[in-house]
């Protein structure tokens, strides 16, 4: 490639994305998306700092890449604020997300996997998106959110609704912001209902008792309750799927992790670094910055191209290999810094647990390459659908 010709809004870009990042990476690291009128950073070294020096590249009025976003979106989200309401907000979430204290949720990730795909073992057919991967996150995070059973598809649907873009849809549709309303809608009246307490030891218990105490606003407990019905299930719905295709894809690391299954949690890290499923996060200029020599102005719009990072080749060495046993925990996957991911944890804890039972039960899946069909985003990139056939699996 001779030069960048990079659109992340188009939908034959999601398709594979990664010569584009390096074309960019080598010729124009500092990239200006004129459609889009953002700045694309696809460099390790500058995507790290841009998420170390958050005074310069803030979160303020960065909810997402879409220009229009700040306008139609209006619930506040901790991710799009900066110290001290970022500071605040998350230490009253944070506590509940460490790996300790989510260890008491592996059994029942690990429980509604099995019944997800017991009914398709005897069939030898199961779409890893479609019957599994689309449910497991949701239905976590609802145990978290206190969300029951019975609406969990009506939050997902609505999540979905949210992040779908049509082909080279810059702005936000008519479709993504009812989505948004409906989120916003359902957790008003959540939140309603649950107001008499009794409160549980889960993020809709602290938050609700943070409202309480002073510490949180109505607002902002709204606000974070859709930004966890996204977060926490579209972005690792996209990373089941996306590890399922790679081991496909790569038999030889297939057969080294069904040999071996402790490689498992490598081949979580890698699956992360080399097709983790957020792409592009956003920031906004505080100060005036140049970097390598292009002049960014406060105000401006940036996009920070974490998945590009991951395969820098001045980071990583290979970096375009898929290599399980590489286990290198410097990805961006998650981000970095004071905003890296709050659900980190948790996304590696259901993609271990997920491939532990699809390696035990399945492990010479094949994928239907003609029924591959994929979400379109220009920052959460991954299938709907991914059917495979095996063996028959008797109960
Ligand atoms: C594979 C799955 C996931 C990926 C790839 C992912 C990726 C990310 C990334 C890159 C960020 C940083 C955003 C930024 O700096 O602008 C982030 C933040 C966040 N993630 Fe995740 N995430 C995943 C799963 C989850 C889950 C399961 C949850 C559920 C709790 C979650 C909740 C959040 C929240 C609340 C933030 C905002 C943190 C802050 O601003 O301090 N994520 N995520």
């Known amino acids: 490639m001779s030069q960048v010709i990079l659109d992340p809004y188009d939908h ?5 994305p990664y010569p584009y990042y390096r074309a960019a990476r080598e010729l124009d690291p500092v990239y200006y998306y004129e459609p889009g009128g953002f700045w ?3 460099k390790w070294d500058d995507v790290n700092r841009a998420f170390r ?22 619930y506040p989200l901790f991710l799009a604020s900066d110290p001290p309401e970022h500071t605040r907000q998350r230490g009253i979430l944070a506590p509940l997300m460490m790996p300790a204290a ?20 005897p069939t030898g057919r199961l779409d890893i998106v479609a019957d599994l991967a689309c449910y497991l996150p949701m239905d976590v995070i609802s145990r978290l959110i206190n969300v029951p059973i019975a609406d969990r598809d009506t939050v997902r649907g609505f999540a979905d609704d949210l992040i779908a873009r049509a082909d080279k849809q810059t702005d936000l549709s008519e479709r993504n912001v009812a989505g948004y309303m409906g989120l916003a809608r359902y957790f008003e009246e959540h939140t309603a209902r649950h107001a008499a307490g009794p409160r549980g030891d889960d993020l809709l218990g602290a938050m609700l008792r ?13 606000g974070n309750l859709i930004l966890l019905a996204i977060a926490g299930n579209e972005t690792t ?13 790569h038999p030889d690391q297939r057969r080294l992790l069904a040999d071996d299954p402790t490689l498992l949690p490598k081949a979580v890290e890698e699956i992360l670094r080399f097709d983790g499923s957020s792409h592009i996060l956003v920031r906004r200029v505080g100060v005036d910055v140049t970097v390598r020599g292009k002049n960014l102005k406060k105000g401006d719009r940036v996009g920070l191209c974490v998945i590009s990072a991951n395969r820098d080749a001045d ?7 898929f290599d399980i046993k590489r286990g290198s925990r410097d990805h961006m996957a998650f981000g970095y810094g004071i905003h890296a991911c709050l ?24 994928i239907e390459e003609s029924g591959l069909k994929r979400a379109h985003n220009p920052n959460v990139r991954g299938f709907t659908h991914i059917p495979t056939t095996f063996a028959p699996v008797r109960p």
């Open 210 to 222: 943070a409202q309480e105490q002073g510490r949180m606003t109505h607002l902002e407990v709204v």
């Open 40 to 42: 694309l950073l696809t």
């Open 102 to 121: 989510l260890s008491r949720l592996e059994a029942y990730a690990r429980e509604r996997t099995l019944e997800l795909m017991r009914p398709h073992l």
């Open 237 to 249: 719905t996209k990373l089941i799927g996306n590890m399922a295709y790679r081991l496909w894809e």
């Open 53 to 74: 020096d958050h005074k310069t590249f803030i979160n303020t009025g960065a909810l997402a890449l879409e220009k229009d976003a700040n306008e139609k979106l209006p």
């Open 343 to 366: 659900g980190a944890a948790l996304a590696r804890l259901e993609t271990r647990v997920a491939f532990e039972e699809i390696m035990r039960l399945i492990p010479d899946y094949q």
């Open 315 to 321: 980071k990583f060495p290979d970096p375009e290999s």
């Open 12 to 16: 034959e870009f999601h398709w594979d």
